[in-house]
């Protein structure tokens, strides 16, 4: 779990006066929640009962069955740190995509967090922002630290909201997207092998892969396009291809990508078919 802010640290410490139970036991709890994606948990902690489920809006079992008043103090509990989870940044919506852990706000990724009780007064801001610097990160270091980042199989993405970046690595090829005027409210990836990678924003849900691309492991599109040979340190100098020009290489995989878009436009691809062949044909660059 991310360390916490001094704002969220009083959050817990105030939970724990009113709810009668220790620090240990709220913190232990919020990870619950956080691990049912704000709307449900599982949990075990002594000072709870023990062993217990508590769903959003429904159901809260407890071990001690018939102890009403401990129901109660679980529901509240869990409902406070749903609505308390829901006011952190980059907080993801319902969708029927497999789970992600996004490290940057301390959450799950892949469903939304309930609503929950109004808990009143300005949010608080429960978790220290990810303090992982620019070096040792797998995202191009001039972007800094992101707002929140997480992964899911063979997919890592990171969000960085002032650069309207989003950095996306599948199978070790790292994708820059320009963010444009999206307000991006969490990724996530599709079920099935080559799933497309989908981030939700206030125009709903939107193919990652419609995005304009900054960069491909570092490489600008333009520079993809020119590619110029290096000179070979021997008598006679190599030749390198003039500004503008592609390999016949470079122009046969994008035509392949160009006539796989005008499939999927046409509905022959699905958006997950033409992401997985677009991305396995980049790789070869």
């Excluded at 191009?140 to 970046?165: I, K, T």
């Excluded at 990652?208 to 070979?232: A, H, K, R, Y």
Aim: aromatic share 8%; with cysteine.
């Amino acid at each position: 779990m991310q360390p916490f802010t001094d704002q969220g640290w009083q959050k817990i410490c105030d939970l724990s006066q009113r709810y009668g139970i220790s620090t240990d036991a709220v913190t232990s709890m919020l990870q619950s929640v956080m691990n049912g994606n704000g709307t449900m948990a599982q949990f075990f902690h002594h000072e709870l009962g023990g062993g217990g489920q508590w769903m959003q809006g429904g159901m809260t079992m407890v071990g001690d069955m018939f102890n009403h008043g401990l129901k109660s103090k679980v529901d509240g509990l869990c409902s406070e740190l749903s609505q308390l989870l829901s006011q952190q940044p980059f907080v993801p919506v319902p969708q029927n995509n497999q789970s992600q852990w996004q490290s940057g706000s301390g959450q799950q990724q892949g469903g939304g967090f309930g609503a929950g009780p109004s808990m009143g007064g300005s949010p608080v801001s429960l978790f220290v922002p990810n303090s992982q610097g620019a070096r040792g990160s797998w995202w191009p270091s001039d972007l800094g630290s992101p707002n929140g980042s997480g992964g899911q199989n063979n997919v890592r993405y990171a969000y960085f909201s002032n650069a309207r970046r989003l950095a996306v690595d599948i199978n070790g090829v790292v994708t820059v997207y320009d963010t444009l005027d999206h307000q991006i409210g969490g990724v996530s990836q599709q079920q099935g092998a080559g799933g497309a990678v989908t981030l939700n924003s206030q125009y709903g849900t939107i193919d990652v892969s419609s995005l304009p691309v900054i960069s491909v492991n570092g490489v600008t599109p333009q520079q993809l396009q020119t590619n110029p040979m290096p000179q070979s340190y021997t008598a006679e100098p190599q030749p390198i291809n003039p500004p503008g020009s592609r390999t016949n290489q470079e122009e046969d995989i994008f035509a392949k990508i160009e006539r796989l878009a005008e499939l999927q436009q046409k509905g022959i691809l699905t958006p997950e078919e033409f992401a997985a062949k677009k991305t396995e044909l980049l790789q070869r660059l």
